[in-house]
Protein backbone atom coordinates (compact mmCIF):
# COMPACT_ATOMS: atom_id res chain seq x y z
CA UNK A 1 0.00 0.00 0.00
CA UNK A 2 1.26 3.65 -1.22
CA UNK A 3 1.39 5.10 2.60
CA UNK A 4 3.45 2.14 4.08
CA UNK A 5 7.02 3.16 5.41
CA UNK A 6 5.88 6.88 6.69
CA UNK A 7 5.58 8.27 9.89
CA UNK A 8 3.78 6.53 12.91
CA UNK A 9 0.02 7.12 13.00
CA UNK A 10 -1.11 8.58 16.23
CA UNK A 11 -1.98 6.22 19.43
CA UNK A 12 0.34 4.86 21.70
CA UNK A 13 1.71 7.61 22.96
CA UNK A 14 4.22 7.98 25.79
CA UNK A 15 3.06 10.15 28.95
CA UNK A 16 6.20 12.20 28.34
CA UNK A 17 5.15 13.60 24.44
CA UNK A 18 3.42 16.34 24.26
CA UNK A 19 -0.12 16.41 23.47
CA UNK A 20 -1.97 17.87 20.51
CA UNK A 21 -2.96 21.22 22.36
CA UNK A 22 0.10 21.69 23.38
CA UNK A 23 2.15 21.43 19.55
CA UNK A 24 -0.83 23.49 18.41
CA UNK A 25 -0.53 26.05 19.94
CA UNK A 26 3.14 26.13 19.23
CA UNK A 27 2.31 25.87 15.43
CA UNK A 28 0.03 28.97 16.45
CA UNK A 29 2.60 30.94 17.43
CA UNK A 30 4.85 29.98 14.73
CA UNK A 31 7.04 26.76 15.90
CA UNK A 32 8.39 24.97 13.47
CA UNK A 33 9.39 21.39 15.59
CA UNK A 34 5.58 21.69 16.87
CA UNK A 35 4.56 21.45 13.29
CA UNK A 36 7.10 18.66 12.36
CA UNK A 37 5.81 16.80 15.66
CA UNK A 38 2.07 16.98 14.06
CA UNK A 39 2.56 15.79 10.91
CA UNK A 40 4.85 12.72 12.02
CA UNK A 41 2.30 11.80 14.31
CA UNK A 42 -0.48 12.09 12.15
CA UNK A 43 1.04 12.27 8.57
CA UNK A 44 -0.39 8.14 8.00
CA UNK A 45 -3.99 9.25 8.97
CA UNK A 46 -3.68 11.89 6.52
CA UNK A 47 -1.92 9.47 3.72
CA UNK A 48 -4.57 6.56 4.50
CA UNK A 49 -7.66 9.13 4.04
CA UNK A 50 -6.65 10.47 0.91
CA UNK A 51 -5.62 6.86 -0.14
CA UNK A 52 -9.45 5.59 1.03
CA UNK A 53 -10.75 8.47 -1.58
CA UNK A 54 -8.71 8.06 -4.13
CA UNK A 55 -7.39 4.93 -4.97
CA UNK A 56 -7.37 4.08 -8.17
CA UNK A 57 -5.46 7.84 -8.80
CA UNK A 58 -3.08 6.72 -5.83
CA UNK A 59 -1.90 3.66 -7.59
CA UNK A 60 -2.21 4.89 -11.30
CA UNK A 61 0.16 8.15 -10.33
CA UNK A 62 3.03 7.23 -8.00
CA UNK A 63 3.25 11.20 -7.08
CA UNK A 64 -0.16 11.59 -6.90
CA UNK A 65 0.20 10.30 -2.39
CA UNK A 66 3.00 12.70 -2.08
CA UNK A 67 1.33 15.45 -3.82
CA UNK A 68 -2.12 15.56 -2.22
CA UNK A 69 -0.66 15.33 1.01
CA UNK A 70 1.62 17.86 0.91
CA UNK A 71 -1.00 20.56 0.31
CA UNK A 72 -3.51 19.06 2.45
CA UNK A 73 -0.13 19.88 4.72
CA UNK A 74 -0.09 23.11 3.55
CA UNK A 75 -3.83 23.54 3.82
CA UNK A 76 -3.97 22.72 7.39
CA UNK A 77 -1.50 25.34 8.46
CA UNK A 78 -3.29 28.24 6.78
CA UNK A 79 -6.68 27.33 8.11
CA UNK A 80 -5.16 26.85 11.80
CA UNK A 81 -3.35 29.99 11.49
CA UNK A 82 -6.83 31.72 9.55
CA UNK A 83 -8.51 30.67 12.53
CA UNK A 84 -6.46 31.78 15.27
CA UNK A 85 -7.87 28.73 17.48
CA UNK A 86 -7.32 25.23 18.19
CA UNK A 87 -9.80 23.01 16.88
CA UNK A 88 -11.49 20.43 18.73
CA UNK A 89 -10.18 17.33 17.68
CA UNK A 90 -7.08 17.46 15.61
CA UNK A 91 -7.56 14.35 14.10
CA UNK A 92 -11.25 15.08 12.61
CA UNK A 93 -9.59 18.29 10.86
CA UNK A 94 -6.64 17.05 9.21
CA UNK A 95 -9.04 13.92 8.11
CA UNK A 96 -11.11 16.32 6.71
CA UNK A 97 -8.89 18.63 5.16
CA UNK A 98 -7.11 15.76 3.32
CA UNK A 99 -10.72 14.34 2.07
CA UNK A 100 -10.92 18.21 0.23
CA UNK A 101 -7.61 18.28 -1.12
CA UNK A 102 -8.70 14.90 -2.40
CA UNK A 103 -11.68 16.71 -4.13
CA UNK A 104 -9.90 20.14 -5.49
CA UNK A 105 -7.12 17.83 -6.89
CA UNK A 106 -9.45 15.26 -8.88
CA UNK A 107 -11.09 18.34 -10.26
CA UNK A 108 -7.76 19.56 -11.12
CA UNK A 109 -8.07 16.37 -13.37
CA UNK A 110 -10.92 17.30 -15.21
CA UNK A 111 -10.35 18.94 -18.78
CA UNK A 112 -12.54 22.20 -20.06
CA UNK A 113 -15.78 20.98 -21.21
CA UNK A 114 -17.93 23.21 -23.29
CA UNK A 115 -20.77 25.43 -21.29
CA UNK A 116 -23.09 22.56 -22.05
CA UNK A 117 -22.27 19.98 -20.29
CA UNK A 118 -21.08 21.46 -17.29
CA UNK A 119 -21.47 18.47 -14.79
CA UNK A 120 -19.31 16.93 -16.80
CA UNK A 121 -16.52 18.97 -15.38
CA UNK A 122 -17.52 18.24 -11.83
CA UNK A 123 -15.68 14.79 -10.81
CA UNK A 124 -18.15 12.51 -8.32
CA UNK A 125 -16.95 13.47 -4.54
CA UNK A 126 -15.37 10.99 -2.67
CA UNK A 127 -17.71 9.41 0.73
CA UNK A 128 -17.31 11.20 3.42
CA UNK A 129 -15.72 9.13 6.42
CA UNK A 130 -15.92 9.42 10.19
CA UNK A 131 -12.28 10.03 11.00
CA UNK A 132 -12.74 7.69 14.37
CA UNK A 133 -13.57 5.31 12.06
CA UNK A 134 -10.62 5.76 10.01
CA UNK A 135 -8.16 5.90 13.15
CA UNK A 136 -9.36 2.69 14.04
CA UNK A 137 -9.33 1.00 10.77
CA UNK A 138 -5.78 2.97 10.23
CA UNK A 139 -4.66 1.49 13.63
CA UNK A 140 -5.87 -2.65 12.51
CA UNK A 141 -3.83 -2.07 9.10
CA UNK A 142 -0.55 -0.90 10.87
CA UNK A 143 -0.70 -3.64 13.06
CA UNK A 144 -1.72 -6.17 10.47
CA UNK A 145 1.11 -5.27 8.64
CA UNK A 146 4.15 -5.81 12.07
CA UNK A 147 1.71 -8.90 12.36
CA UNK A 148 2.37 -10.17 8.77
CA UNK A 149 6.38 -9.30 9.18
CA UNK A 150 6.50 -11.23 12.10
CA UNK A 151 5.75 -14.63 10.41
CA UNK A 152 8.09 -16.90 9.88
CA UNK A 153 9.19 -17.21 6.68
CA UNK A 154 7.50 -19.42 5.16
CA UNK A 155 4.57 -18.18 6.13
CA UNK A 156 5.17 -15.10 4.46
CA UNK A 157 5.53 -16.92 1.50
CA UNK A 158 1.75 -17.92 1.76
CA UNK A 159 0.90 -13.95 2.21
CA UNK A 160 2.22 -13.10 -1.53
CA UNK A 161 -0.27 -15.10 -2.76
CA UNK A 162 -2.98 -13.45 -0.63
CA UNK A 163 -4.61 -12.35 -4.06
CA UNK A 164 -5.36 -15.95 -5.09
CA UNK A 165 -6.03 -17.15 -1.99
CA UNK A 166 -9.13 -14.24 -1.62
CA UNK A 167 -9.77 -15.48 -4.91
CA UNK A 168 -10.38 -18.98 -3.63
CA UNK A 169 -7.58 -20.25 -6.61
CA UNK A 170 -6.27 -22.72 -4.36
CA UNK A 171 -4.53 -24.95 -6.88
CA UNK A 172 -2.82 -21.71 -8.82
CA UNK A 173 -1.74 -20.61 -5.04
CA UNK A 174 -0.15 -24.19 -4.46
CA UNK A 175 1.38 -24.60 -7.66
CA UNK A 176 2.81 -20.98 -6.84
CA UNK A 177 3.83 -22.17 -3.76
CA UNK A 178 5.13 -25.35 -4.98
CA UNK A 179 3.06 -27.46 -1.99
CA UNK A 180 -0.26 -29.14 -2.27
CA UNK A 181 -4.06 -27.81 -1.67
CA UNK A 182 -4.50 -29.65 0.88
CA UNK A 183 -1.02 -28.63 2.68
CA UNK A 184 -2.09 -24.81 1.89
CA UNK A 185 -5.45 -25.35 3.03
CA UNK A 186 -3.80 -26.27 6.31
CA UNK A 187 -1.60 -24.01 6.55
CA UNK A 188 -3.81 -20.98 5.33
CA UNK A 189 -5.58 -21.52 7.74
CA UNK A 190 -2.87 -21.63 10.79
CA UNK A 191 -1.76 -18.43 9.36
CA UNK A 192 -5.00 -16.42 9.76
CA UNK A 193 -5.32 -17.77 13.43
CA UNK A 194 -1.87 -16.51 13.87
CA UNK A 195 -2.62 -13.11 12.79
CA UNK A 196 -5.75 -12.94 14.40
CA UNK A 197 -4.30 -13.59 17.25
CA UNK A 198 -1.42 -11.14 17.17
CA UNK A 199 -3.44 -8.23 15.87
CA UNK A 200 -5.99 -8.84 18.63
CA UNK A 201 -3.12 -8.64 21.36
CA UNK A 202 -1.06 -5.28 19.63
CA UNK A 203 -4.81 -3.39 19.69
CA UNK A 204 -7.11 -5.09 22.07
CA UNK A 205 -9.98 -5.12 19.68
CA UNK A 206 -11.56 -8.81 17.76
CA UNK A 207 -9.87 -8.96 14.63
CA UNK A 208 -11.73 -11.61 12.10
CA UNK A 209 -9.57 -11.89 9.07
CA UNK A 210 -10.87 -12.86 5.61
CA UNK A 211 -10.49 -16.44 4.80
CA UNK A 212 -10.38 -18.03 1.56
CA UNK A 213 -13.22 -21.20 1.92
CA UNK A 214 -13.94 -22.98 -0.98
CA UNK A 215 -12.32 -24.33 -4.83
CA UNK A 216 -11.79 -22.20 -7.58
Known amino acids: MPFENRASPMG ?10 FLLAGVLAGDEAALRKIIARYDRLVRYTIYRASKTQC ?28 PKS ?26 DDPAAAEPAAPDAEDPALLMTELELVEALRECSAELE ?49 KTGRPFAPRGAEGDS
Open 90 to 115: LAALLATIARNHVISALRSLRPLVSQ
Open 12 to 21: GRSAREPSDE
Open 153 to 201: ADDRAILSQMTLLLERRWSDAAAALGTSESTLRYRWTRVLGRLRDCVEG
Open 59 to 86: TTDPQWLDSVASSAWAGFVQTLRRGGEQ
